[in-house]
């Protein structure tokens, strides 16, 4: 049995989506340029893309003018990397949303469902919290690395204890998964509000901001250190195609086409708590980057994944420039947490979906 035989089961009823695959995947990609192009030019000091030769002539030593040196020290070391970790992040949890929806079969699948959102936040927040306190001997020699660090671990663990929980002799049980990590997201969440409840003011601060999210802090080591994770995601990822467009049938009739379903799950889960322990590492909670952005690619294209997964981390990178340019210019020279603009977005677009073409499907 070929992929192609997955290849869905509502093809003869493609004519009712707007756009083919080649035209969603260019136009995604287009989008996003426009998005990074834009992210790279605007910015509250008035440097412009225009002036991006002179900076990378500064970076290579072959310009000493003073201005060329603070042109650099924008476009090259603040506002690149920022723009780079902003399309990470936005694909990441993007395309984490499409694998859980598609994993689960129902589009109302969050990124966050399995808990993995929730650990690495609990992991940050003790880190916040406890930092210059009784964990300071261990992560004072991690640095500046010390939140992202934590943040991925508590991610991590709290996928590898999802997956002792749900494994049943060598089998991965979807609906205790779904269950036990409502549980654990739950349980983090008051973890959390107990260390807050504890912290001084300082750290309450530093708490709130954390949790509404930024790519304030992007630096080319951060770029460097989720290098790793955005490989194995492009890497692992095509393995969950065919997988996931059996799901579309059921997880029986997947297998009976042939589908390997639980090594379809365990993939699903890797590259779902490396997506979503990364980006929340890298700029703590957004919402509805998981959400809303595979539905609308299920509404322009329909539900193969062989477009979905790539358009969602398209258009998904595209939304998190969009709402960090939003974010760094709305109270310029002050900036809004990103997780506030991403909630003004995605909240009216998720309702809008809600009311206008219902989600009752996966279709």
Do not use: C
């Amino acid at each position: 049995m070929t992929s192609e035989a997955l290849v869905l089961p509502d093809r003869k009823k493609r004519s009712a989506h707007p756009l083919s695959t080649a035209q969603l995947v260019v136009g995604a990609a287009l989008l996003l340029f426009v998005a990074a192009t834009a992210s790279l030019a605007l910015g509250p000091t008035g440097i412009s893309l225009g002036s991006l030769p002179r900076a990378i002539s500064s970076a290579l030593g072959m310009t000493t003018d003073a201005s060329a040196a603070r042109e650099q020290l924008v476009l090259i070391d603040i506002r690149m990397p920022r723009t780079l970790i902003g399309m990470f992040v936005g694909a990441s949890l993007a395309v984490a949303g499409a694998i859980m929806q598609g994993l689960f079969r129902n589009p109302l699948a969050d990124p966050g469902l399995i808990g993995v959102s929730s650990g690495a936040a609990l992991a940050a927040v003790a880190t916040i919290a406890l930092g210059n306190g009784i964990a300071a001997p261990l992560l004072q020699p991690l640095g500046v690395y010390a939140l992202p660090v934590a943040a991925f671990v508590g991610g991590v663990a709290t996928t590898g204890l999802l997956v002792l929980i749900a494994g049943r002799h060598g089998q991965l049980m979807v609906g205790t998964l779904l269950l036990a990590g409502i549980a654990l997201g739950a349980l983090s969440g008051a973890l959390t509000g107990l260390i807050a409840y504890a912290s001084d003011d300082r750290e309450l601060r530093d708490l709130t901001f954390w949790s509404m999210g930024s790519l304030g802090g992007s630096t080319w080591p951060k770029v460097f250190a989720v290098m790793p994770f955005a490989v194995l995601i492009v890497v692992m990822t095509p393995a969950l195609i065919r997988g996931l467009n059996g799901f579309l049938l059921g997880e029986s009739e997947a297998f009976h086409l042939g589908v390997n379903v639980e090594r379809t799950k365990t993939i699903a889960i890797i590259v779902t708590a490396a997506s979503v322990g990364a980006a929340v590492a890298m700029a703590g909670i957004i919402g509805f980057v998981g959400i809303v952005v595979p539905h609308v690619v299920r509404l322009l294209a329909g539900p193969d994944h062989r477009v979905v997964l790539p358009g969602s981390a398209l258009l998904g990178a595209t939304l998190m420039l969009v709402a960090d340019i939003a974010a760094r210019m709305m109270v310029t020279p002050a900036e809004l947490p990103i997780g506030i603009v991403m909630a003004g977005i995605g909240a009216p677009v998720f309702l809008h979906l809600v009311m206008k073409r219902g989600i009752g499907g996966m279709e």
